[in-house]
């Protein structure tokens, strides 16, 4: 069998950005906090990780692509939560966020993590940010780092 390509779960010598939204912010704090356990449980240094806050969702895609095409950073991660109950325009902020979120990883070639919860209600926001094991912080800057390894791999 052809040998397969992985990238490892090992984020020393790797600079990552993050980019959080501060609405909701009890619910982004978690997820923050899940991604940085992640980052240090698995060998990244503090100065190469580089966390800016935004408003809302809507503000991470033009935050993200800043990121992503200064070539600083092997992953950009990005963190909101949007709640559909909270907003008429659930749609058009959770939907613009995804849509950019996607085109800034295609058309810079950096891994853009989509951290953002796109939930129904407060509680499905707390249950998937605080639980520690099932932190969907800590997930977001696994996928970071096995992308950024991967990547390279693939060029
Ligand atoms: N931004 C969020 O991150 N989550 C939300 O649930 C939300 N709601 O409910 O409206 C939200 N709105 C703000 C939006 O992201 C922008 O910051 C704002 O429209 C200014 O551009």
Same mark, same amino acid.
């Given at each position: ?7 490892e779960?090992?984020? *020393? ?7 959080? *939204? ?23 240094a ?13 503000? &991470? ?26 907003? *008429? ?8 966020? *995804?849509?950019? &979120? ?11 993590m ?35 390894? &991967? ?5």
């Amino acid at each position: 069998m052809s040998p397969v390509q992985t990238g490892e779960l090992n984020a *020393a010598h790797l600079s990552v950005a993050i980019v959080a *939204a501060r609405f909701n912010d009890f619910i982004v704090t978690s997820l923050l906090r899940g991604a940085v356990e992640a980052w240090e449980s698995h060998g990244g240094a503090a100065d190469r990780l580089v966390i800016a806050r935004v408003p809302g969702a809507f503000e &991470l895609p033009v935050a993200a692509r800043q990121c992503a095409a200064s070539g600083r950073f092997a992953a950009v991660i990005a963190f909101g939560c949007v709640i559909r109950g909270d907003t *008429a325009h659930f749609d058009f902020v959770a939907g613009e966020c *995804a849509r950019g &979120l996607a085109r800034v990883a295609l058309d810079t070639g950096v891994p853009v993590m989509f951290g953002v919860l796109t939930v129904e209600t407060a509680e499905q926001a707390i249950q998937r940010a605080a639980v520690r094991a099932g932190n969907k912080g800590g997930e977001a800057m696994l996928g970071a780092i096995e992308m950024a390894n &991967l990547l390279p791999r693939l060029a």
